[in-house]
């Protein structure tokens, strides 16, 4: 990271004041409140303003602020990402995999299907439409499943891998449809939520539409049941714990990627080369927590602390992220943005509204709507909708959307197939990376309805 030791310390203490800031504005704004705008995204558009591409067009340079935390800034998201998806499975209970595919298994369907669908419709979209009229690079197929179901982080973490692949542009283009992706998915998301409660059709376990003084923020959402406390002490702050695990993590993280690197090496091929740090931490963190688990140091690992510490990334990359975008490079692919982000806005709501009834035996628009949140947005934006649906907690979907980010996390949404998308659309090209990516959508959703029908009649552990 470029800058002496002085100006990223300067850099981390101004985004605290930005956070603040922004969390002063959400709280005396009953609009941003209603809309449940989150406090990340209310500071990345303060930075945006203040920034270059507000305030510095201006009065020049970066605005309000000094070129040297700007320039921080810009590389903070690519790091805080590792951390962030660090967080995300470490710490997390792993009972017997039977028992997370009983649990969860609609919302493994569910999650695939709609990520992969995401895949097949930016496929589609970029072969037929925006690659011939607006001459898009046919690798931005995967923008849709890495910008929504990803978000900014994992855009953060595949920027060397859209650089290599020489779609290094569209990295504003992706960041702007995270940004949608997020705002959408609370707005929209919280309207879902209040059709649901109004229509007789709809089966809810909530009574009432959502008011502003629920104060649903992706920035801070209820613990998990089984959550263990942070209160046992055994020598070391278990938040101090959580920290020193995560770091424990990412190094693991890194000797797998070295390793596979090197294997590839001996094969002749340069392909991990370039490849992102972050998806490896989603198998490093399940090997850390076996570990924790045989050799009795699970209390060091606590997922609240864990989950804290993942927070402070998350809100750390979206702030950057949106705050540094290019609004010039966006304005120049303003057509294919909009098409993008309406056509993944339609898809989430007819899987939520369409395919989830079919999918989930019981309790389906709960389960559904959690696969919205994160579909749109991201894990925290998944929870948010589950508090508001339920927010008594009288269903089981916390568990069940808990328990498939174990088989989920790694793959889509931010791991290995989101990681490996560009690459193969280069590799088979877009034609047939569509039609593959149209095939399996297919095939999930069809397992899923049928599977659903075998669990009818029956009571759903879902």
Known sequence: MPGSAESIGLSLVVLSLVFACAALIRRWSRPLRKLFIPTAVIGG??????????????????????????????????????????????GERLPPLKTIWSISGPHVIMNGTMAMGQLA????????????????????????????AG??????????????????????????LATIGIVSGIVV?????????????????????????????IDHHRPAPDDPPLEEWKGMAQVTAAAVFLGVTIALAMVLLQLFRTLFHLAGSDFFDK?????????????VQLCARRYNFEWAVNRRAVEGLGGI???????????TLSVGAIGAHIGPLIVLAIASIGWSIFMTLVVGRLIFPKHWFEHSIAEF???QGMLACGFVMVDMVDPARQTDVVRGYSYRQIITRPIVG???????????IDLWGLPAFTIACTTVTAALTAWGIRRAGQWSGAPSTT
């Open 121 to 148: 419709l930016g496929g589609i979209l970029v072969w037929l439409l925006l690659e011939p009229v607006f001459g898009l690079d046919s690798k931005a197929a995967a923008l849709i499943e890495m910008s929504f």
């Open 373 to 375: 949140g994160e579909s």
């Open 414 to 424: 931010g791991g290995f197939m989101t990681a490996l998308s560009v690459p193969l």
């Open 45 to 90: 558009f303060l930075v945006l303003g203040l920034g270059p591409e507000g305030l510095g067009r201006i009065i020049g340079g970066s605005g309000l602020f000094p070129d040297e935390v700007f320039d921080v800034w810009r590389q903070l998201p690519g790091l805080l990402v590792i951390a962030m998806s660090a967080s995300l499975l470490l």
């Open 313 to 323: 990334a998350i809100d750390g990359v979206i702030v950057c992220a949106v705050g």
């Open 151 to 176: 978000g900014h982080g994992t855009l953060a973490g595949m920027t060397p891998i859209l650089q290599q692949y020489g779609i290094g542009d569209l990295l504003n283009v992706g960041l702007g």
């Open 189 to 217: 998301g919280t309207a879902l939520v209040n059709y649901g409660v109004r229509s007789p059709s709809i089966p809810v376990v909530r009574d009432n539409p959502t008011s502003a003084d629920e104060d649903f923020d």
């Open 275 to 287: 490849f992102p740090l972050f998806p490896f931490t989603f198998p490093a963190a399940v090997i």
